[in-house]
DNA sequence: TGAATGACAGAAGTTGAAATCTGTCATCTG
DNA sequence: CAGATGACAGATTTCAACTTCTGTCATTCA
């Protein structure tokens, strides 16, 4: 035991370290429990299912970014630089994550393909967020966009391969980074009062 | 033996059987050649490796769409409307290919999976179906793009949601069809001459 | 009494031997 | 002699026995 009360964030702590040791194809609930020193039904008693445990990780790990970007978005500033300070720090922090924690980014990638809860909020969040600068820029005047909620969904959408994991493998690319300036400029130009 | 000569065109087709029958995973040269009724030793004598023979099938099968799209591409009308057609067009040719062929579907995902010169061919080959209508679209003072080979990269990076084989998961959600709207409004705002 | 344990059943994953497949090539055939 | 064949080596896949894992729960412990 490494204390005498095993916490659930003690176990979320143990089965990151886990995760990014062994990947989400080999990490084990009796490794977790075995990283901690306890058998592996107590950690069944704070997560019911390796399922929700491996969730709770990747949402642990996803709020960093959340935290990241919300600094971003309630800097000052044109609505128009601070979406695009706001795009291009979500595409860096997404692609640093994959590059400085390929286990656990193979395990959020793994979540994705299963429609998980965690990254419909993930998402929501996001696109929340979004919804919040365009509104700003369309009250100051700056952006047009009847709806903006559904202007959010399509910025999301447009930056896709910018921060969807399933096109992380493009991230590398020489000339990536032009190509998410050219459409940023055009996502600007599209949300730009005329 | 089908006939008596045995030609490239037939062996693709049998490939192509094969391939939706079995599957990417399944399908063997040897079921190929047998479905001719020939030895598989003669496969090799027209491809040099399944793997050519595979992309050989999805090129041919990725042409059906190419077609389709200059079609729309060269038929008149302003450039915007010719856009959105043209992206409407290929979005429906990708979804019907996805629900009507799941297995050359799954072998054309396979393809993209491994940066293969096909794939890299029709991708340039959309992209530049695209820059057309872009600089047409310039050229009638409709569309103002400083570089269209860029603008017409963005475009269809920003679309890639409703066309790469990653997100065709998503294409049979309700409220597609208004994400795709939305992203499309977008960007016809964004090429638009202010 | 609330937290932890570990034995257990069924599910999932591993392993290694056997079967099949890919790609080559010497030989055959019309 | 161009085109087809099928035997072959090495790579890959299959299959079934075996191991490990997940999730439960009656029991133990403090």
Redesign the pocket.
């Given at each position: 035991?490494t204390d005498g009360?095993?916490t659930r964030d003690q176990i979320l702590s143990a089965a990151q370290d886990v995760l990014r040791r062994y990947g989400p194809?080999?990490?084990?609930?009796?490794?977790v429990?075995r990283a901690l020193?306890?058998?592996?039904?107590?950690v069944?008693?704070?997560f019911?299912?390796?399922?929700a445990l491996r969730e709770a990780v990747t949402q642990r790990w996803l709020e960093e970014s959340h935290v990241l970007l919300a600094a971003v978005m309630t800097s000052g500033g044109p609505a128009g630089a601070r979406l695009r300070a706001w795009s291009s720090s979500l595409f860096a922090a997404k692609r640093k994550k994959a590059l400085d924690d390929p286990e656990l980014f193979a395990t959020y990638m793994a979540l994705v393909g299963e429609a998980s809860e965690v990254i419909d909020r993930h998402v929501a969040d996001l696109v929340g967020q979004l919804q919040e600068i365009i509104s700003d820029g369309v009250a100051q005047g700056e952006f047009a966009a009847p709806d903006p909620a559904s202007a959010a969904r399509a910025v999301f959408d447009a930056t896709i391969r910018f921060h969807d994991p399933a096109h992380a493998g493009d991230w590398g690319r020489p000339g990536i980074e032009d190509e998410f300036d050219a459409v940023h400029t055009l996502i600007l130009a599209g949300l730009a009062r005329r």
């Open positions: 035991m009360i095993l194809a080999k990490a084990t609930v009796v490794d429990a020193g306890v058998s592996h039904g107590s069944y008693r704070h019911p299912s390796k399922a």
